[in-house]
Nanobody, 125 residues
Framework: QVQLVESGGGLVQPGGSLRLSCAAS????????MGWFRQAPGKEREFVAA????????YYKESVKGRFTISGDNAKRTVYLQMSSLKPEDTAVYYC??????????????????WGQGAQVTVSS
C-alpha cells in the first residue's frame, strides 16, 4: 500500500516562510512526477507546483511563481515545497500527490494516483 505523508505545515505571518515535506512509502512501480495541490475553505482543490523526475522540469501556478520552489529526490521518493513571501490567500490545506502514469499533464489532479492526508498552512497576523 502506498502512503504519502506531509509535514511542515503551520501558522505563519504574512511575508514569512514555510517548508512542506512529503515522503512516499510502499510499492510504487513507477513514479513519474510529484505535485503539490491546495484547497482553501469553500474552494476547489487547485494545482500549486509539480516536478517531473525524468527531466527535472518544474511547473507552478502563476500566483506562486517566484515565491514557491518545488524540489525533491526521486530515489528517496521525497518532495519539498519551499514557500516564501507567504500571503493570507495562500492559506489552505496542502496535499502532495504522486503521478505514476506518463500520460496526462502534471498540473491536473485527476492525473495523480496517490495522495497524502494534507497539511494545514495558515497565513495570518
Amino acid at each position: 500500500q502506498v502512503q504519502l505523508v506531509e509535514s511542515g505545515g503551520g501558522l505563519v505571518q504574512p511575508g514569512g516562510s514555510l517548508r512542506l515535506s512529503c515522503a512516499a512509502s510502499g510499492r510504487i512501480f513507477s513514479n513519474y512526477a510529484m505535485g503539490w495541490f491546495r484547497q482553501a475553505p469553500g474552494k476547489e482543490r487547485e494545482f500549486v507546483a509539480a516536478i517531473k523526475w525524468s527531466s527535472g522540469s518544474t511547473y507552478y501556478k502563476e500566483s506562486v511563481k517566484g515565491r514557491f520552489t518545488i524540489s525533491g529526490d526521486n530515489a528517496k521518493r521525497t518532495v519539498y515545497l519551499q514557500m516564501s513571501s507567504l500571503k493570507p490567500e495562500d492559506t489552505a490545506v496542502y496535499y502532495c500527490a504522486a503521478k505514476t502514469r506518463i500520460s496526462g499533464t502534471s498540473t491536473l489532479d485527476e492525473n495523480y494516483d496517490f495522495w497524502g492526508q494534507g497539511a494545514q498552512v495558515t497565513v495570518s497576523s
